[in-house]
């Protein structure tokens, strides 16, 4: 295995795939955005639907204009400016509606950082909370679980947001051991949390 | 093997590739596999998952979040007018294939509400139509005017009758006086203390008062 790595933004190299014409590519954004793209939605809006109507038009908004994306900002960044923006017009669109009750939005507020952080998601009920805390549980268990050097690299990379450089030189050992330990944490977790995302698919994985 | 039945190697690939670790000669094939293989797709998503939920629980996929990538192709497919989710010649937005199977479980139940979510929005927007004929007195087509002085009217708009009555020239609309009969029904005025020059007119009945 070579040695040598660079930083190549996973993103970017998608955005530009999807640009050149490989649609598939998108879906592996898609995949990867969704939940906090519909969690931002769900802070700003009631309606179940409603949050699932807007998340999916912001990937296609985004969609649409990938060709402008270009690379200056984070993509996420980019994605969520469009969702936000495409919330609001959502909200303005029914808010002029007279037969939709106030109850409708989750806040009169302009800023986004000030709706509804601590309530439900809007789409959930008791069964879909507790499949994503089990969830929560048994990725957190696991993660205690692991080795300690397996322990310390995931955890600086996914939460602390080192870069691999980073964590080597935290570590005191070559990238490739980081790279290493990084994939076998997450093989060790994914292991645990697989059978609860068969079980929340109704099929085997 | 992996738990996502792809090589070790591979595994390790895709995981580099999502820190954006990948060298540069490993990742044409790469993503290749990742775009091609139903388990690389797993094992991408799953370590996303990993990832985000390590940061924050409230990012832990519930089983809508699983099937939303087949809703999205579903839409796309619909809003571009293909009979297909298979767009652009490259197979598209490639869920997860096999892996997930939306014949069952909770990818049918989605797949079935996709038709509600359309009628909603069907039906909201008559509501908003019906309020605005109701408050600018447009008037609908109805076999029963009673008399007609009609303007010939451009292509797709709606006809208007004119009555000269004591209080001189009114536009009716046959729906309107069945709407505002039974609003009289209901109690009458109820919100506005003075009415305007326009709710004036659109509450005139003429020879009933």
């Known amino acids: 295995m070579s040695t040598e790595s660079r930083?190549?933004?996973?993103?970017?190299?998608?955005?530009?795939?999807?640009?050149?014409?490989?649609?598939?590519?998108?879906?592996?954004?898609?995949?990867?955005?969704q939940r906090r793209i519909q969690r931002l939605v769900g802070r700003m809006?009631?309606?179940?639907?409603?949050?699932?109507?807007?998340?999916?038009?912001?990937?296609?908004?985004?969609?649409?204009?990938?060709?402008?994306?270009?690379?200056?900002?984070?993509?996420?960044?980019?994605?969520?400016?469009?969702?936000?923006?495409?919330?609001k017009k959502f909200l303005l669109k029914?808010?002029?509606?007279?037969?939709?009750?106030?109850?409708?939005?989750?806040?009169?507020?302009?800023?986004?950082?000030?709706?509804?952080?601590?309530?439900?998601?809007?789409?959930?009920?008791?069964?879909?909370?507790?499949?994503?805390?089990?969830?929560?549980?048994?990725?957190?268990?696991?993660?205690?679980?692991?080795?300690?050097?397996?322990?310390?690299?995931?955890?600086?990379?996914?939460?602390?947001?080192?870069?691999?450089?980073?964590?080597?030189?935290?570590?005191?050992?070559?990238?490739?051991?980081?790279?290493?330990?990084?994939?076998?944490?997450?093989?060790?977790?994914?292991?645990?949390?697989?059978?609860?995302l068969e079980k929340q698919t109704g099929k085997r994985w | 093997m992996t738990r996502f039945s792809i090589s070790s190697e591979s595994a390790e690939h895709i995981s580099a590739l999502s820190d954006g670790q990948l060298p540069q000669e490993q990742l044409a094939a790469t993503l290749e596999a990742l775009l091609a293989e139903p388990n690389a797709k797993q094992a991408w998503l799953t370590y996303h998952v990993v990832g985000d939920v390590l940061r924050s629980a409230e990012l832990a996929p519930t089983p809508s979040d699983l099937d939303f990538l087949a809703r999205f192709e579903q839409r796309w497919a619909q809003e571009n007018g293909s009979g297909s989710v298979r767009t652009h010649g490259v197979g598209g937005f490639g869920d997860m294939g096999g892996a997930v199977d939306h014949g069952t479980g909770f990818g049918a139940q989605h797949s079935a509400n996709a038709g509600v979510l359309r009628w909603r929005w069907v039906a909201a927007v008559?509501?908003?139509?019906?309020?605005?004929?109701?408050?600018?007195?447009?008037?609908?087509?109805?076999?029963?005017?009673?008399?007609?002085?009609v303007a010939p009217a451009p292509e797709n708009t709606q006809t208007l009758w004119v009555s000269s009555e004591e209080q001189g020239v009114m536009v009716r609309d046959a729906r309107l006086d069945e709407l505002l009969a039974a609003h009289r029904q209901q109690g009458g005025h109820s919100v506005l203390q003075m009415p305007a020059g326009f709710l004036r007119n659109a509450t005139y009945d003429g020879a009933a008062r």
Request: aromatic residues 8%; proline residues 5%; negative net charge.
């Open chain 1, 45 to 87: 809006v009631r309606d179940p639907d409603l949050v699932e109507d807007i998340a999916q038009e912001t990937f296609i908004q985004a969609y649409r204009a990938l060709h402008q994306f270009r690379g200056d900002a984070q993509f996420y960044t980019w994605l969520y400016r469009i969702a936000v923006n495409t919330a």
């Open chain 1, 94 to 196: 029914i808010k002029h509606d007279p037969t939709v009750s106030e109850n409708f939005f989750a806040s009169n507020d302009e800023d986004e950082t000030s709706w509804r952080k601590d309530e439900p998601i809007a789409d959930e009920t008791p069964e879909t909370v507790l499949a994503a805390k089990e969830i929560a549980m048994v990725v957190n268990a696991a993660l205690d679980a692991l080795p300690p050097d397996l322990k310390q690299a995931v955890t600086l990379r996914e939460i602390d947001g080192l870069s691999y450089e980073e964590i080597a030189e935290v570590m005191a050992c070559p990238i490739g051991t980081v790279r290493s330990r990084i994939f076998r944490a997450r093989e060790a977790i994914s292991a645990k949390v697989r059978p609860l």
């Open chain 1, 7 to 33: 930083t190549l933004d996973p993103d970017l190299l998608l955005v530009e795939r999807v640009v050149a014409g490989d649609q598939k590519a998108y879906g592996l954004l898609v995949m990867k955005y």
């Open chain 2, 126 to 149: 008559a509501c908003t139509v019906l309020a605005g004929v109701v408050g600018l007195g447009l008037s609908w087509d109805t076999p029963d005017a009673r008399q007609a002085s």
